[in-house]
């Protein structure tokens, strides 16, 4: 199956700073790469996805890249606020229907 | 709609007893997803419904676990037997399913369960 680790665990920045986070993959035949973000006694929301056909994909300050031959992809947040503090997980799929988690990463803003 | 709904929100137990948690998913979503969470880990997933028809099972659901979704509308996740290993957050999710692509799954609040 699907192994997908992620770096680093946590991760501090300063409020307006860049945050990136990278995972790897195990499985060549995966194709959906989605980001989630978990907030404290919360369910994870979907922040940002990307499909196997694309190397970019940005939405407003959140940018996601994949490179498919070194099978890593990475989520990227600039200009970092507050409300940016929470745990992040990257997943991915090589079916249209099982997510495979990293472990996530804690990230805290300082103000 | 409010989304993927999870009842109830914390669960405590005894060992060897029987617990029973529900979601009600987004109500057009014909796909619905059942994930176990444990303590500093991402979710891992545990079974998936198309309507009513579970079509995958992972090997971390042992026979103590079923999960049905009669009606292919709202789930039920029953642990039978619970043993301490059990406790973690059940999470579900739901999604509008389509052949061949994935498309956003939407998840509850989960389900905090702690055996004691």
């Known amino acids: 199956g699907e192994n997908v680790e992620q770096h680093p665990s946590t991760l501090s920045v300063q409020e307006g700073d860049s945050a990136v986070i990278k995972c790897t993959y195990s499985d060549s035949a995966s194709n959906y790469f989605p980001w989630y973000k978990q907030e404290l006694g919360k369910g994870p929301q979907l922040i940002i996805d990307?499909?196997?056909?694309?190397g970019e994909k940005k939405d407003q300050r959140i940018a996601v890249t994949l490179n498919k031959t070194a099978k890593h992809f990475s989520l990227h947040i600039t200009e970092t606020q507050p409300e940016d503090s929470a745990v992040y997980f990257c997943?991915?799929?090589?079916?249209?229907?099982?997510?495979?988690f990293g472990a996530g990463t804690t990230v805290t803003v300082r103000a | 709609d409010t989304g993927v709904s999870q009842d109830p929100r914390h669960k405590i137990t005894k060992r060897g007893q029987n617990v029973t948690f529900r979601c009600d998913p987004i109500?057009?979503?014909?796909?619905l997803y059942w994930y176990r969470q444990t303590l500093g880990q991402g979710p891992e997933f545990l079974t998936y419904f198309q309507n009513e028809a579970q079509l995958e099972k992972s090997r971390l659901l042992s026979d103590r676990f079923s999960a049905e979704r009669p009606k292919g509308s709202f789930s039920t996740l029953e642990i039978q037997r619970t043993e301490q290993g059990d406790s973690a957050m059940y999470l579900c999710?739901?999604?509008?399913?389509?052949?061949?692509?994935?498309?956003?799954?939407?998840f509850g609040q989960g389900t905090r369960l702690t055996v004691v």
């Open positions: 999710a739901s999604s509008l399913g389509q052949p061949l692509m994935n498309t956003e799954a939407f």
């Open positions: 109500s057009e979503h014909n796909r």
């Open positions: 990307i499909r196997s056909n694309v």
């Open positions: 997943a991915a799929s090589f079916n249209d229907y099982k997510l495979s």
